[in-house]
């Protein structure tokens, strides 16, 4: 029995680790028609780190010209036309509105699917994530303590008594 209580402790600690090292990646789809563009903003925190991978699909070169801007106008990536797809990063040197073009402006027919896979990174959030899983570290540890001490207490045996 009390080989299955541990054996129920360590399942909850390696489901609570790997809840927090899931990395969460977002999707967005976009159909960008023929002889236009598309844009999607995204609000950043100067330090953000934006990295990102494309995958475009329609017409003959599976292609769109992609770049992007910084909260000023700024051109800070510029990937040119994109065939098929690539992968890309950038740093927001200033916190505000990032902002992705998606130009298929020079297809006279073809409308362009594109995938974008991203994920965000907050750099400032970094320590205090290392910091909250230190926290839930140690208190697994004696949350598996106060089961343990619950558990050997129920199983010894009680000394009879005397009348």
Known sequence: MKKDNLLHVEILIIIFLSILSVKATE?????????SWKTLTFNLDEGD?????????????NDINFWITDPHGNIIVNLGRVSQGTTFEFTAKSSGAYTLHFDNSFSIFSTK??????????????????????IGIISICIIIAIILTILSRKKTPKEPTST
């Open 49 to 61: 780190i934006f990295s990102g991978s494309l995958a475009i699909s329609g017409g003959a070169n």
């Open 113 to 134: 699917q594109v995938n974008l896979s991203y994920d965000i990174k907050h750099p400032s959030y970094i320590n205090n994530s290392i910091l909250f899983i230190i």
């Open 27 to 35: 999707v967005e789809v976009l159909i960008v028609d023929p002889l």
